[in-house]
């Protein structure tokens, strides 16, 4: 069974379409992440949710909103796609627990504005 | 801001044989957690072996072992009879404790070669 999924794997669309990327997590997680990898492999995290709350936002342009319906779900939504959003956007979960901490990612979603 | 460091953008080494890749960091806190995460090249992003900053026994996981040093602020990773499928990007990754901030260093791509 998948622990973190993310669909699409991969999305080619565009300069100034709006775009959405989906996360679920099965691991019963409290918090979700979303990151992005550039294409000099560098992480960066963009947005955390714990509880349907905003806990991390690191500045990144308001194009782009995450949407949590439930625990279990963080979409991505990007409006006004831009050719420098292409890179390999990464969704995450933990549990916040003590000694279960680390994070699990996704498989990535590759995005490639044209 | 909490910084990480890996000083070895490439490194390779021959199969069966031992490797070490580096990682500094600097902070001021006191509890934090460190990790390796491996991402090879299906891209997905594997946990391989975390630490605590209040454990002062290092922490092993099968091949993989980790030489934390908390004053020289260093987390090394040490890859013991390395075998082809240890090929790929490897991240250190640090955490504050109660805060899910993910910092990344910028990787360094091991290649095992036969």
């Known amino acids: 069974d998948t622990a973190v999924s993310q669909t699409p794997k991969y999305l080619v669309t565009q300069m100034g379409n709006d775009k959405s990327i989906k996360c679920e997590q099965n691991l019963g997680h409290d918090t979700m992440y979303w990151y992005k990898q550039d294409s000099k492999k560098f992480l960066k995290i963009m947005f955390s949710y714990n509880n349907k709350e905003l806990i991390i936002n690191e500045t990144v342009p308001n194009r782009f909103s995450p949407k949590s319906p439930d625990k279990a779900h963080l979409n991505l939504h990007i409006n006004s796609l831009e050719l420098g959003d292409s890179a390999v956007y990464f969704c995450a979960s933990s549990q916040d627990r003590e000694f279960s901490y680390e994070q699990y990612f996704g498989p990535g979603t590759r995005l490639t504005v044209t | 801001a909490q910084t990480v460091t890996q000083s070895q953008p490439e490194m390779s080494v021959q199969e069966a044989e031992t490797v070490t890749l580096s990682c500094t960091y600097d902070t001021s806190e006191n509890n934090y957690y460190l990790f390796w995460y491996k991402q090879p090249p299906s891209r997905q992003m594997i946990l391989v072996i975390r630490?605590?900053?209040?454990?002062?026994q290092n922490a092993t996981e099968n091949r993989f072992s980790v030489n934390f040093q908390k004053a020289a602020k260093s987390f090394s990773l040490k890859i013991s009879d390395s075998q082809l499928g240890d090929t790929a990007m490897y991240f250190c990754?640090?955490?504050?404790?109660?805060?899910?901030?993910?910092?990344f260093g910028a990787g360094t791509r091991l290649t095992v070669k036969p």
């Open positions: 990754a640090f955490m504050k404790e109660r805060n899910n901030d993910m910092r």
């Open positions: 630490q605590e900053a209040y454990k002062q």
